[in-house]
């Protein structure tokens, strides 16, 4: 009896010792999540990636995009915990979504605190991106680059919003992620959270009377302007995107493997941040477009800027002590770099 019980352990420890090799169980399918559908720039990463992963790595990892949250259990802000439990092996995730679970990405909500593309960059490529991506690995979830939805500018279907005053009363569709609530509810608005899969019939039958999220990578794939007359370019709040990997399924890749997929995940980060910005950063072709498709676009002066930065700031107080004060050090810190090299916040 004990005789068998060794050898039965020694076989196990010796299974164990030859690692992958022994182990490598790949499995038919690797499930992507997504929020959004196939086509704008993060659906259309979502399949390069896949083609590249299963042509670099020979058919043996086949990845299978879940488009339009058909993955979650109901909710878009359980997508981290779809990762944590091995129930997704890959998202494209927006910040936002996976907030409720690691509070510290609310940083890219606090309202209007970055002032452009340039300082998004130096905070996600320094120390406080880096310790964001540990902290996010913490928790079982291997990020592998940082992609992006975009800046988020607010549509609605009743009037121009140029002043605080004009969002008094206006029925707002949000994520459900409570700093958006508390940010719209500041602002005079009526958020109301909801599923962007939901969102869509609540803006055709005019349930809600608006939203806001980014001009190229949603409101313009979307054509939002079926239902949404008004926008106004406000950059408030930055959403990226996180490729991340259930950690469980992570480990049960060969080195080589995970070689290859962090190597494509970056080369397609790269390719999709570049889609994001294409027509926005230094460039006004997206917009136009909206004008083209019937929008009015209201563009605010700094000072109607300011209005609203005022008027948001107890969201700073309260939202600052759950991201942690030492994370929003660590990021001004590097947008104060940028401002001092000259590099200043172009919005
Ligand atoms: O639901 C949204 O607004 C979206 C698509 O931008 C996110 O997934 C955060």
């Given at each position: 009896m004990r005789r068998g019980g060794t050898v039965v352990l020694m076989l196990v420890l010796a299974a164990a010792l030859a690692g992958p090799a022994l182990a490598a169980s790949y499995k038919p399918e690797y499930k992507t999540s997504l929020v959004v559908g196939p086509t704008g720039p993060w659906g259309e990463a979502a399949a390069r990636f896949a083609d590249l992963v299963k042509e670099r790595s020979g058919g043996k990892i086949n990845i299978k995009n879940y488009f339009a949250?058909?993955?979650?259990a109901g909710r878009q802000t359980n997508e981290f915990l779809l990762l944590r439990q091995g129930v997704a092996d890959f998202a494209w995730g927006s910040t936002i979504n996976w907030s409720p679970q690691v509070k510290e990405l609310n940083l890219f909500s606090l309202p209007f605190f970055f002032p452009g593309y340039e300082a998004l960059d130096a905070v996600e490529n320094g120390a406080a991106g880096k310790r964001i991506f540990k902290i996010v690995e913490e928790k079982g979830v291997v990020p592998l680059c940082w992609g992006e939805n975009g800046f988020r500018e607010v549509t609605n279907s009743k009037r121009p919003v140029r002043k605080p005053g004009d969002m008094e009363g206006l029925k707002l569709r949000v994520v459900g992620s409570p700093i958006f609530i508390d940010i719209f509810k500041t602002l005079g608005a009526n958020p109301v959270s909801m599923n962007w899969a939901e969102a869509q019939s609540a803006f055709q039958q005019g349930t809600v009377d608006g939203q806001e999220n980014p001009v190229v990578s949603v409101i313009t794939p979307y054509k939002l302007w079926q239902s949404q007359k008004y926008i106004t370019l406000w950059k408030y709040a930055i959403d990226p995107l996180i490729l991340g990997v259930s950690k469980t399924t992570w480990d049960s890749f060969e080195p080589a493997d995970q070689a290859l997929v962090r190597k494509a995940g970056e080369e397609t980060c790269a390719w999709q941040k570049k889609g994001a910005r294409e027509g926005l950063q230094g460039s006004t072709a997206a917009v136009d477009n909206l004008a083209k498709n019937g929008m009015t676009v209201v563009s605010l002066t700094p000072k109607d800027l300011e209005a609203f930065k005022q008027k948001t700031l107890g969201v700073y107080t309260k939202w600052g002590q759950e991201i942690g004060p030492d994370l929003i050090a660590e990021a001004e810190r590097e947008i104060a770099k940028l401002a001092k090299a000259g590099k200043a916040a172009k919005r």
């Open positions: 949250g058909q993955l979650f």
